[in-house]
């Protein structure tokens, strides 16, 4: 019988669903093991070969726990806001939810064809309003919390409240925007509003100023990674750093608790040391700086107070405050047309630039510790929202200002004794430092001398001197920015928000969701307002309790609803958590179910997400449980990065002609040396084994219908390279027609085949016939060729068979846990050889390798595993133990050379002695031929390798 993988794997996917083989619901009899893959936008391309690399990777774990015998919960539903959705809804005037649908049902297609084992009756869609029902939750539990320092949580807004009304602001130690300071009285005699204001400072879900990358062509704030060279990635608009009242999220009050959590959680050492190094912690000082002539006077941060000798200039951010404050008239030219240039580049742009730019305020600043007067610049190096947004420079101890300071010719004073100045720096962590170039040690008049201390006691001894004197403070400092969390966009999640004296107020609990009202058009309005500015009945009844037309909005009774919807990663950073319960009503997750999943035991997703959802996930995580939402603090336990699919690019030559009147002529590969040619990429789902398909060529676009074809051996063979794949370089395949080709479980096991899950590949359509050939192979061991003879019986297994098979479930069961699935495969591929060889018969073992198969080819496992006549699914089965004396040799191999030149191999039992071997040997009539009249000086034995006999 023929393996007919279409009908196979149609029957099972069929059954799949009758059956609800993949239904999971909480077993408290049964150990859970939660496997997620991070959630999909759904884009109108569908998706190609690429895509699935991690969803197959999860899939093989997932299956092969749920044969361990765990209640393994694997999920699927999709990240449906978005901008390119919106955009073509711009476009085309087509409502998004129309276009995301209809991706959504293209997707879902695709991802059933390949076989995975996802639960699809807990799908969640971010733009269904029963799910973000809780995002809009979670958003005003976080408007009505604030972080408390003491206690090392979130706490509800009313404590905080209730601390003001008895003592102000004395004794507390809470995250804050800006440092308040009043008293009971004080905040007792401000009314509502100013109240409203005052609490906006410290509630975790806030509403600042903050600096953000404006695209006026979109009419929307964009990420960072939305923006490449200075305008948007989605239709090349021009970016802008602009100043906008934002919602934002207190993401830093978070900071050393993301970075503690880092240590709990298995991710590999690089992912971790990523976030570590976005977080950015340091400790240091805050130290003031006074402008010289002037009553200004503002704070940097630096981790080096020691080198404060070493100052030979200040900078500031150009969005900084006090770059107006402090720039001098004949240099305000100058300095606004520099901070108008920076406003075009993002923060990203900034941080990896090495150019050197600024430009001098014209003003000076006062060091306290030596009296002096130092030039102030500005310059798009220093960042506002790191810091205070000011640095002092030391030129000799840092590379940045290093290269400010040549550029512009300022003075350079090393601190460290034996110091080398170059462009990279000193930076010594034990020398000793020397401030007396700086000044005479200044310790005869009570000052502060440094002079013979390492830098680890001079650090030390500044922090003091500059807490003593009341010239700053000790502070903590983390890199890590609070997240805005408001878009200029339609397509989102709407904030349950209303407005009453231009302060916000959240609408009742328990009239969520707020739902998205529908617009005419997904532009801003003509005054500038977000697209939601559009909507008729977009206002809020604070009486009725609902929404009410626009119209009727008096502020007294009927308020303007907030106009910005939420960001992309409002949906998708607590997604996990409605796997666990999605049609909970009453519930983000219900405690019942909460406790029995706890969180993510395997999260599998791309690398590209570690500064971004990683962190805003992990945050929303802590905050709920702060609140006693979930039972665990870290949402992921093991996170595994999957690598990219490259794609394999084709290319045929054309010949150059200046005539283009006549037809295009393609040389083939072999054969292009010989002639001008101009390299084109092709479509490779026209291309067979780099062989060019003519006819399709001719077929696959309008001014190559008449090409012809200078062929070799009568084929055109195409170039190769490898490359990103899109759509641009015709190098995407789509897994479609590899599953209508070879069927879904070789695209299964070539993805896997490929190499290490983490690792980026080539993807390469030549090597995929091998996988194939090897599924036809592995069938064969159960039905003959041309016969419906189903062979399995109950012969007596070889010992060499039974150590074939205990040989690969040792290793089938190594490489699972380590993700080593190329591995496996090729372990699976010797032992299918070794038991076609011998001619395997035997039932049981043959059974065990169905189940070994089951997690990465599940079709082909789920026929034969009924053909075995066995009941229920393979899914079900129970995974195999490898028994240790099936591998044990009972015999050796060892090869017999004649003066180092190999003869013949000779088989011994494992425990022969050497004396065995040699006599064997020697008694072996091939042995006569090869010594003849020469005698035998002396035989080596290396131990299971090698006899080697010395003749002379």
Excluded at 647 to 672: M, Q, T, W
Excluded at 685 to 705: C, H, K, M, Q
Excluded at 851 to 875: D, K, Q, R, T, Y
């Amino acid at each position: 019988m023929e393996y007919n993988f279409r009908e196979i794997e149609k029957k099972w996917q069929k059954k799949w669903v009758e059956q609800n083989t993949y239904r999971v619901i909480e077993d408290n009899n049964k150990e859970k093991f939660y496997v997620l893959n991070m959630f999909p936008y759904p884009s109108g391309a569908g998706l190609h070969v690429g895509h699935p690399l991690g969803y197959i990777a999860s899939d093989i774990y997932a299956r092969y726990k749920r044969l361990q015998g765990f209640n393994v919960l694997n999920p699927m539903g999709y990240d449906a806001y978005g901008l390119p959705a919106e955009q073509y809804a711009i476009q085309t005037g087509q409502h998004p939810a129309v276009t995301t649908v209809n991706n959504i049902a293209r997707y879902r297609e695709q991802l059933d064809k390949i076989g995975f084992s996802f639960d699809w009756s807990r799908e969640v869609r971010t733009c269904d309003p029963e799910y973000y029902h809780w995002t809009q939750w979670a958003f005003q539990k976080m408007f009505n919390s604030f972080y408390c320092n003491t206690c090392g949580k979130a706490q509800p807004i009313e404590k905080l409240i209730e601390h003001f009304e008895k003592n102000g602001t004395a004794g507390l130690d809470v995250a804050q925007s800006e440092e308040l300071c009043f008293t009971a009285e004080e905040w007792n005699t401000m009314d509502e509003t100013q109240k409203q204001q005052t609490l906006m400072n410290y509630r975790i879900a806030y509403i600042g100023e903050t600096m953000v990358n404006w695209c006026a062509g979109l009419g929307t704030v964009l990420a960072n990674d939305e923006v490449v060279d200075g305008v948007s990635e989605r239709g090349g608009y021009p970016v802008v750093q602009r100043k906008m009242r934002q919602w934002c999220l207190r993401v830093s009050a978070y900071a050393q608790r993301l970075l503690d959590g880092l240590d709990t959680v298995d991710w590999t050492d690089s992912l971790k040391e990523t976030q570590r190094n976005w977080i950015g912690r340091s400790e240091g000082t805050e130290v003031v700086f006074s402008v010289k002539d002037s009553d200004v006077k503002f704070t940097i941060f630096t981790t080096r107070a020691d080198t404060m000798f070493g100052v030979t200039f200040m900078v500031l951010a150009p969005e900084s405050e006090y770059v107006p404050l402090v720039t001098a008239k004949e240099q305000k030219q100058a300095v606004d047309d520099y901070v108008t240039a920076t406003k075009k580049r993002t923060e990203r742009e900034r941080i990896s630039d090495r150019k050197v730019t600024g430009v001098f305020t014209g003003s000076y600043a006062v060091n306290p510790f030596t009296g002096e007067a130092i030039p102030i610049w500005v310059s798009d190096y220093v960042l506002a929202g790191y810091g205070t947004g000011a640095i002092m420079a030391v030129p000799a101890h840092d590379s940045r200002d290093y290269a400010f300071a040549k550029h512009f010719n300022l003075p350079i004073i090393p601190l460290i004794e034996g110091a080398d100045i170059s462009e990279e720096s000193y930076d010594a962590k034990e020398g000793i430092v020397c401030n007396s170039p700086r000044k005479e040690c200044a310790s005869k008049d009570g000052g502060l001398c440094l002079n013979g201390l390492t830098v680890k006691e001079a650090i030390a001894a500044t922090k003091k001197y500059v807490a003593d004197h009341n010239m700053g403070r000790i502070k903590v400092n983390f890199r890590l920015r609070d997240a805005i969390f408001s878009r200029q966009r339609y397509w989102g999640e709407p904030f349950p928000v209303y407005y009453k004296d231009n302060m916000p107020y959240m609408i009742p609990e328990d009239k969520l969701p707020l739902e998205l009202p529908e617009i005419d058009k997904y532009q801003p309005t003509e005054t500038g307002e977000p697209p939601l500015g559009h909507a008729r009945r977009w206002a809020w009844d604070t009486e009725k309790e609902i929404v009410v037309d626009k119209s009727l909005i008096d502020n007294i009774k009927v308020f303007p609803l907030e106009l910005n919807t939420m960001p992309g990663f409002a949906g998708s950073s607590a997604y996990y958590l409605r796997y666990m319960d999605p049609k909970n009503p009453n519930a983000i997750v219900g405690k019942e179910a909460d406790e029995y999943w706890k969180n993510v035991d395997l999260y599998v997703g791309g690398t590209e997400h570690a500064t971004g959802h990683l962190i805003y996930s992990r945050f929303w995580n802590k905050f709920l449980f702060d609140t006693d939402v979930t039972c665990m603090e870290e949402p992921f336990r093991k996170l595994v990065n999957q690598g990219m699919i490259q794609g394999r690019s084709n290319f045929v030559y054309r010949i150059n002609s200046d005539d283009h009147s006549k037809a295009p002529v393609f040389v083939s590969l072999g054969l292009k040396d010989s002639y001008d040619v101009t390299p084109i990429h092709v479509d490779v789902n026209i291309v067979s084994g780099d062989v060019l398909d003519t006819e399709a060529f001719r077929n696959w676009r309008p001014e190559y219908n008449n090409a012809e074809f200078i062929l070799e051996d009568g084929k055109y063979i195409c170039g190769w390279a490898v490359e990103k794949m899109s759509k641009s370089m015709f190098n995407v395949v789509n897994p479609d027609m590899i599953v209508e080709k070879y069927g879904a479980d070789t695209l299964r096991l070539y993805e896997m085949f490929l190499g290490p899950v983490e690792q980026s590949k080539p993807w390469d359509t030549n090597g995929i016939d091998g996988c194939h050939r090897f599924l036809k192979k592995f069938w064969g061991l159960f039905y003959a060729n041309r016969s419906d003879e189903f062979m399995p019986n109950n012969d007596e297994a070889t010992p060499e068979q039974l150590k074939s098979v205990h040989k690969l479930i040792k290793k089938v069961t190594h490489d699972i846990e380590t993700f080593s699935y190329n591995t496996s495969i090729s372990a699976f591929m010797i032992c299918v050889s070794e038991l076609a060889q011998t001619k395997c018969r035997n039932k049981e073992l043959l059974k065990t390798t169905v189940i070994l198969m089951a997690p990465f080819a599940p079709h082909i496992a789920e026929e034969l595993w009924e053909a075995l006549g066995e009941n229920g699914s393979v899914c079900d089965a129970q995974w195999p133990v490898y028994n240790e004396k099936y591998l044990v040799e009972s015999q050796m191999q060892l090869t017999v050379s004649f003066n180092g030149k190999a003869r013949f191999q000779m088989q011994f039992a494992a425990d022969a002695d050497n004396k065995t071997i040699e006599e064997s040997v020697l008694a072996d009539e091939r042995t006569a031929k090869y010594i003849g009249e020469k005698n035998i000086m002396k035989v080596i034995i290396v131990p299971k390798r090698i006899v080697n006999v010395v003749i002379k």
